[in-house]
């Protein structure tokens, strides 16, 4: 692979005075400026007072930077600009921190349900004073895809971790979750409870009683509530726990991926306080915050580290789960489920899901919407076409979140209405076996986050890792979405694959681009935030197939080092 080695972009005269401040100079590494199309190096870069003051030749950056300046020799290792966390939810990621993990293999223990009653009842006994104060034993992270059992927990397996306390554990794709006995009881569900809007109760054999199991709305009111209950003090805990597992995988940008109004709060309070470590932005829920986001407003600019930067609408579940919104029935339904079934709609009418669009494009809120069925994909593009000609066609940057089973009819019609995809390419290694086997069938399977595919229309794309439904791990995210391996080995759509550094742009340049923050992030320039990751190798220079091997070893915001690997 060719090497372009920049020419000098800030060392303007030969006659500029060397600066004598508290400059750091990096160089004997592969410093990759993500500018471009093909990958391009320098041989030094220079921050000074957060920003990149020049990148270029180490001549000129020794001689820009002064004999005062910090020298770090990078000895053969990757610089990069920081991460940007297109899609996730910084939050949730330090509660699931907190929270007892019942991940499966290689991330957790979370093998069978034996092993979740045991992961449950270890992290009772360790956690006293957290069951205190929420009330409830908590785990997060099971997947009934990689359980032995191959189904949810019910609630009478959950009665094994307790009977006196309530149990929840949330699944791995945030859309589901699964009550001990005294939950279902704590929360209000009985066989007399009706399914509410956007949500399933699932049942017993007699189609009334609860079974434990809670799809999409039927467990987010409880969760909500259990959150809801929390202080203060416990609230910035969970969210300082998650900007710590993000700077651990190299982001400088976190996104709170919807948020209450208590939520945005909590940031804003930390950020008051000078406690947030790298920039955090919150999309708020569009179906619930309405007059809250009126009072607060969308901001351009950081302050200490927060912005409100737009607002999230939700239009179906999970694919994993079986809730996602499809145009054509699952390959096996869920239990109960007639063969026919499609998944369903967060919001059922055509008119409040319209309406909702008007207004975030009459306000030119920036929004992103959770779209993982093509159904739902459809229903967005549709409202997208109707709020673009009531109110124009602006640059809104408006992003279809997760676009996992998009069609290439629904593409064209994305790029004509200026409409990102964020894509979730993690599930071909993480759920890839299962939908191919389960949920959607070898062909459409070989479709899910069709990156290639926007990528032969000239359409940027950006990549997530939608934390805490997967680990909020750059490097699995640009693994999975050049290779595109699933657990059992075999690839998920060959034809879908991408370079390492297009995936690199997709957490980078085009993530920032996404933020509108292009300006100030996503490459390495001149002028722009000393936002910076260091790797052990170039992703672009292994093995593909190695790339899951690399390790972040320090993240630089704005010059400072908010994470070191010991």
Same mark, same amino acid.
């Given at each position: $692979?060719?090497?372009?080695?920049?020419?000098?972009?800030?060392?303007?005269?030969?006659?500029?005075?060397? &600066?004598?401040?508290?400059?750091?100079?990096?160089?004997?590494?592969?410093?990759?400026?993500?500018?471009?199309?093909?990958?391009?190096?320098?041989?030094?870069?220079?921050?000074?007072?957060?920003?990149?003051?020049? =990148?270029?030749?180490?001549?000129? +950056?020794?001689?820009?930077?002064?004999?005062?300046?910090?020298?770090?020799?990078?000895?053969?290792?990757?610089?990069?600009?920081?991460?940007?966390?297109?899609?996730?939810?910084?939050?949730?990621?330090? #509660?699931?921190?907190?929270?007892?993990?019942?991940?499966?293999?290689?991330?957790?223990?979370?093998?069978?349900?034996?092993?979740?009653?045991?992961?449950?009842?270890?992290?009772?006994?360790?956690?006293?004073?957290?069951?205190?104060?929420?009330?409830?034993?908590?785990? #997060?992270?099971?997947?009934?895809?990689?359980?032995?059992?191959?189904?949810?927990?019910?609630?009478?397996?959950?009665?094994?971790?307790?009977?006196?306390?309530? =149990?929840?554990? !949330?699944?791995?794709?945030?859309?589901?979750?699964?009550?001990?006995?005294?939950?279902?009881?704590?929360?209000?569900?009985?066989?007399?409870?009706?399914?509410?809007?956007?949500?399933?109760?699932?049942?017993?054999?007699?189609?009334?009683?609860?079974?434990?199991?809670?799809?999409?709305?039927?467990?987010?009111?409880?969760?909500?509530?259990?959150?809801?209950?929390?202080?203060?003090?416990?609230?910035?805990?969970?969210?300082?726990?998650?900007?710590?597992?993000?700077?651990?995988?190299?982001?400088?940008?976190?996104?709170?991926?919807?948020?209450?109004?208590?939520?945005?709060?909590?940031?804003?309070?930390?950020?008051? %306080?000078?406690?947030?470590?790298?920039?955090?932005?919150?999309?708020?829920?569009?179906?619930?915050?309405? %007059?809250?986001?009126?009072?607060?407003?969308?901001?351009?600019?950081?302050?200490?580290?927060?912005?409100?930067?737009?607002?999230?609408?939700?239009?179906?579940?999970?694919?994993?789960?079986?809730?996602?919104?499809?145009?054509?029935?699952?390959?096996?339904?869920?239990?109960?489920?007639?063969?026919?079934?499609?998944?369903?709609?967060?919001?059922?009418? &055509?008119?409040?899901?319209?309406?909702?669009?008007?207004?975030?494009?009459?306000?030119?809120?920036?929004?992103?919407?959770?779209?993982?069925?093509?159904?739902? +994909?459809?229903?967005?593009?549709?409202?997208?076409?109707?709020?673009?000609?009531?109110?124009?066609?602006?640059?809104?940057?408006?992003?279809?979140?997760?676009?996992?089973?998009?069609?290439?009819?629904?593409? *064209?019609?994305?790029?004509?209405?200026?409409?990102?995809?964020? #894509? #979730?390419? $993690?599930?071909?290694?993480?759920?890839?076996?299962?939908?191919? &086997?389960?949920?959607?069938?070898?062909?459409?399977?070989?479709?899910?986050?069709?990156?290639?595919?926007?990528?032969?229309?000239?359409?940027?794309?950006? *990549?997530?890792?939608?934390?805490?439904?997967?680990?909020?791990?750059?490097?699995?995210?640009?693994?999975?979405?050049?290779?595109?391996?699933?657990?059992?080995?075999?690839? !998920?759509?060959?034809?879908?694959?991408?370079?390492?550094?297009?995936?690199?742009?997709?957490?980078?340049?085009?993530?920032?681009?996404?933020?509108?923050?292009?300006?100030?992030?996503?490459?390495?320039?001149?002028?722009?935030?000393?936002?910076? =990751?260091?790797?052990?190798?170039?992703?672009?220079?292994?093995?593909?197939?190695?790339?899951?091997? !690399?390790? =972040?070893? %320090?993240? !630089?915001?704005?010059?400072?080092?908010?994470?070191?690997?010991?």
């Amino acid at each position: $692979m060719a090497v372009t080695l920049l020419i000098t972009l800030a060392f303007s005269s030969t006659k500029a005075a060397p &600066d004598t401040g508290s400059s750091t100079l990096y160089y004997g590494g592969s410093i990759l400026t993500m500018e471009g199309s093909a990958p391009s190096y320098a041989e030094a870069l220079v921050v000074k007072d957060g920003r990149i003051l020049f =990148v270029g030749t180490k001549t000129q +950056a020794e001689h820009l930077a002064g004999a005062a300046a910090k020298k770090v020799d990078l000895d053969g290792r990757a610089l990069l600009p920081g991460f940007i966390d297109a899609h996730g939810h910084v939050f949730n990621a330090g #509660f699931q921190k907190l929270a007892a993990n019942l991940l499966p293999p290689p991330d957790g223990g979370g093998k069978d349900v034996a092993s979740l009653v045991a992961l449950l009842k270890e992290w009772q006994d360790k956690n006293a004073a957290a069951i205190k104060k929420s009330g409830w034993i908590i785990g #997060f992270g099971y997947d009934d895809s990689r359980l032995a059992e191959g189904r949810h927990p019910t609630a009478k397996e959950l009665d094994q971790v307790s009977t006196e306390l309530p =149990v929840v554990i !949330i699944h791995q794709s945030g859309h589901l979750a699964a009550m001990n006995h005294k939950g279902l009881e704590l929360a209000g569900i009985t066989a007399e409870t009706n399914d509410p809007v956007g949500g399933v109760i699932r049942r017993q054999a007699d189609g009334k009683t609860p079974n434990g199991v809670l799809e999409e709305m039927a467990s987010f009111g409880p969760i909500f509530k259990i959150l809801g209950a929390l202080d203060s003090e416990a609230n910035e805990k969970i969210a300082l726990a998650g900007v710590d597992a993000y700077t651990q995988h190299g982001f400088t940008t976190a996104q709170e991926g919807r948020a209450n109004k208590a939520a945005t709060e909590t940031w804003r309070k930390l950020a008051d %306080e000078r406690k947030l470590k790298i920039d955090v932005a919150v999309y708020l829920d569009l179906q619930s915050e309405i %007059e809250y986001i009126k009072q607060v407003g969308i901001h351009e600019d950081y302050t200490h580290h927060f912005r409100v930067a737009g607002v999230k609408l939700s239009l179906d579940g999970s694919p994993q789960g079986k809730t996602a919104w499809l145009s054509k029935p699952y390959l096996n339904p869920p239990p109960q489920k007639p063969d026919s079934y499609t998944g369903y709609p967060a919001i059922p009418s &055509d008119k409040e899901r319209q309406a909702l669009f008007n207004l975030a494009y009459q306000k030119n809120w920036q929004l992103l919407v959770h779209c993982n069925g093509d159904a739902a +994909a459809e229903a967005m593009i549709d409202a997208v076409a109707v709020a673009s000609e009531k109110y124009g066609k602006d640059d809104r940057r408006t992003v279809m979140i997760h676009a996992q089973t998009v069609r290439e009819s629904q593409l *064209e019609r994305m790029k004509k209405l200026g409409i990102l995809p964020s #894509f #979730f390419s $993690m599930h071909t290694y993480y759920w890839g076996d299962w939908h191919r &086997d389960e949920t959607l069938g070898p062909e459409r399977a070989a479709r899910i986050s069709p990156t290639a595919s926007a990528l032969k229309r000239g359409m940027r794309f950006t *990549e997530h890792h939608d934390a805490p439904v997967a680990l909020p791990s750059a490097i699995m995210i640009l693994h999975t979405t050049v290779n595109r391996t699933s657990r059992s080995g075999e690839v !998920i759509g060959p034809d879908q694959r991408v370079s390492p550094y297009q995936a690199l742009k997709s957490i980078t340049d085009w993530a920032a681009w996404q933020y509108f923050e292009q300006d100030s992030k996503g490459t390495l320039t001149k002028g722009k935030l000393a936002d910076l =990751v260091i790797l052990d190798q170039d992703p672009t220079q292994v093995d593909p197939a190695t790339i899951m091997n !690399i390790r =972040v070893l %320090e993240t !630089i915001k704005e010059g400072q080092t908010v994470y070191k690997a010991q």
